[in-house]
Structures are given as C-alpha cells and as structure tokens.
C-alpha cells in the first residue's frame, strides 16, 4: 500500500484489537480512538475529567509519535456514552484543544471495555 504508513508509538497504550494506533497517508494522520488506558493499556481510575485527560494525551502522543502535535489536530469525533459526561468532558477537552478543530460528539451505547469516553482524531503533518 503505497504511500500508507502505520504508526506506533509505546507512549501511548497498545491497540486492543487488530488495528495501528495511527495512519499517515498523503500529509494526514488519522488517529485510531482512544479510550482511557496508559502505555501499559491499563485503563485509568478517576472522573470523566481524567479520562478525558488521558484520551487526550494519547492523542498527543501519537501524534508526536508520527512527526506531528496536537495543534496540528484538524478534525475531532468525541463518543460519550452518556451526554450527562458532556459539560465535564467538554471543559477537560478545551484544554488540551485551545486552537478548536472541528469536531462532533455524540452519545454511543458502549465502548470498548466500559469506558465512558473515546477520542480519535485527524491531524496534518
């Protein structure tokens, strides 16, 4: 695949299943969702506060893993599995994204082992 390359980085957890933490194509990053979980993939204790904190630095992560950074960030989708996390999740969020990518955020069922809060993003390199 031409042109297509996987990211990894251990400072950002572990896929949980058979996907890359990132692919960069054709001058974008595209950052797989990321749950709250360490490097170990551990998933983190604490308040929808902190969770967010951690999706975020993930992101972060990988996005210096492949060369680029979190102010790079285009594009944002944000799965919450209850809206009632929105106004805590939203404050944690801003601080991580000052420059405001676009983004959606909706409210999902589930997500991977329980988590309340996924993040994934789309950057330029």
Request: proline share 6%.
């Amino acid at each position: 695949m031409s042109g297509i390359e996987k990211v990894s980085t251990k400072t950002g957890p572990p896929p949980a299943a058979p996907y890359s933490q990132a692919i960069k194509a054709n001058g974008q990053l595209w950052i797989s969702g990321q749950i709250p979980a360490d490097e170990s993939g551990k998933l983190i204790e604490g308040s929808i506060s902190e969770k967010t904190a951690q999706c975020c630095k993930n992101v972060k992560a990988i996005a210096e893993a492949a060369g680029s950074d979190i102010t790079k960030v285009v594009r944002v989708g944000v799965f919450l599995t209850s809206m009632d996390d929105f106004a805590a999740m939203n404050e944690e969020y801003g601080k991580w994204f000052a420059h405001k990518p676009a983004r959606t955020c909706v409210a999902v069922a589930q997500l991977p082992f329980g988590v309340p809060v996924e993040i994934e993003a789309i950057a330029i390199q």
